[in-house]
Structures are given as C-alpha cells and as structure tokens.
C-alpha cells in the first residue's frame, strides 16, 4: 500500500527539479543577454503599462499624462516651441560649471596631494564648504551674479566640484612610495614624478569622481534655474508648473535625463581609453 506514495513522491521531486532546473536555466539565458536590451526592454513595459493604465482609468491629463501624451509635448516642444533654446542654454550651464569644476578640483587635489601644509589648511574649508545645502547659496549667487547664466555655472560648478577633488585626491595618494622614491633616486623631478607616476595611478580614481561630478552638474544647473533664471529647462519647467501643463513638464525631465544619460556614458566612454588597464575596464571590455 506504501508503494505508490512512495512514487508520488519520487515524481514530485522529480518535477521539482524539473522545474528549479528549468528556472536556472532561463535566468542564466536571460543574464547572457545585453544589459541595454534588458534595460529597454523593461522600460519599453513599464510605458506600455503606464500608457494602458491612465487611458483604461481616465487620467487627467492634469495629474498624469500618458506616455503618447509626452512624446507629442517633445515633437512640438523641439518643432514650433522652445525646447531648443532652453536646451542649448541649460546644457552650456552644465558643460562650462562641470569644466569649471574639473579644472579647479584637479589643481586643488595635485596641490593637497603633494603638502602636507596644504591638505591640513584647504580640506578642512572644502569639507566646510561642502556641508552648506547648495540650494541655500544658489540664491547668493543670484544677488552677486545676476538671473544671466554666470549664477547658474557657479553653482553647478560648486556642486560638482567636491566629488572630483575628493576622487582625484585619492587617486593621487594611492601612489606607492617605493615608486615615487625609485623615481626621485633617478632623478626624477616633482613634475614628471606627477606626469608619469602619479597621474597614471590616478586616471581610475579621477574617472570615478567625474562620472558623478557630471550627474550631479545636471542637477546643479537646474537647482539654480529653480531659484531664478530667465532661460533653461528649469525655467521651462516652473513655467509649465504655473501653467498645469504637466505634460510640458514630464517632457522636460526626458531632456534632463537624456542629457544626464549621454554625459555619463561619454564619460565611462573616455574612461576606458585612458584607464584601459585597469580591472574594472578590462572586465567590461571582456564582457561585451
């Protein structure tokens, strides 16, 4: 009489493995697959759904626009409406405030990394100057410079530079001192100690604090067209908001993001040419 339970239960686990087998199976396919298509493909259903969602419950277009509703809000806005100029005006903003940024925090971070004097004195105000809310002096830079675009690049460039002075100080004091004094036993100069030893040892950790000073520009330029500006896709976002087209709104964030999403990869992308021993980009490269 125990027989055929005991079956049963033998073709249960059977089936179980079966099933956890078949389960691995397709995870592990769908981990081979291309991490971009993967990422679209999911954000291709979550429109999908969005779109079917608000047209199935009569969504106010007020509240929530559809997906279809968006797009057609960046047809007009870059055919007959302002989204060009506004564009152009908040992506001069980011670029000049992040190229402000790299300048200065690169020469603070050779010039902290080689005194001793001067990373005692200059961290201390940089981290001071860090904890101030950015918001709070973007209204201090309007009073000094003005609702033109002068305001907007200081504080997109303060924002972005914390994070690469900090990377690219890292980067500089991971050098190994054996290193630096086999090359000063030969003779080398402080210059060509920084050019050929420590910079090299640096490019990683410099490429790390650029990936986020660049996300962190974008937010930083909008952060002080919020405060008061006459141009930009902040402005152009405050002006939708008076008006309720949120549509409008929603369409100006796709610009942001698209924005955030290109700089990011042009900087991975020129990482991995200059850092192109590293682990990490060796990894990537093999991946793909």
Do not use: C
Not at 247 to 275: D, Q
């Amino acid at each position: 009489m125990t027989a055929p339970s005991h079956d049963t239960s033998a073709a249960k686990r059977h089936l179980t493995v079966r099933r956890e087998a078949g389960g691995t199976e397709t995870r592990r396919r769908l981990s081979d697959l291309p991490g971009w298509l993967l990422s679209s493909t999911t954000v291709l259903i979550l429109l999908i759904v969005w779109e079917v969602t608000v047209r199935t419950l009569d969504v106010s277009e007020i509240l929530f626009p559809a997906p279809t509703r968006i797009v057609q809000a960046l047809i007009e806005g870059f055919g007959q409406g302002p989204f060009l100029r506004h564009t152009w005006v908040t992506l001069q903003e980011i670029i000049y405030g992040f190229g402000i940024a790299v300048v200065s925090g690169l020469l603070v971070a050779v010039w902290v990394s080689s005194s001793r004097l001067a990373e005692k004195i200059v961290l201390p105000i940089v981290v001071v100057l860090q904890t101030v809310p950015k918001v709070a002096l973007a209204p201090l830079f309007l009073v000094w410079f003005g609702f033109g675009m002068e305001s907007k690049i200081l504080t997109t460039a303060l924002i972005a530079f914390f994070p690469i002075l900090v990377n690219a100080t890292l980067g500089f004091n991971s050098t190994s001192s054996d290193q630096v004094n086999m090359m000063r036993s030969f003779g080398a100069t402080r210059l060509q100690v920084l050019t050929r030893l420590r910079l090299p040892t640096a490019v990683p950790s410099i490429i790390a604090g650029l990936d986020v000073a660049v996300v962190l520009s974008v937010i930083g330029a909008i952060v002080a067209e919020f405060v008061g500006s006459q141009a930009g896709l902040g402005y152009l976002i405050i002006a939708s908001n008076t008006s309720l087209d949120v549509a409008t709104m929603f369409a100006a964030l796709v610009v942001l993001s698209t924005i955030g999403l290109v700089l990011h990869y042009a900087v991975v992308l020129g990482g991995r040419r200059l850092a192109f021993w590293s682990e990490e980009n060796r990894a990537r490269s093999l991946a793909h």
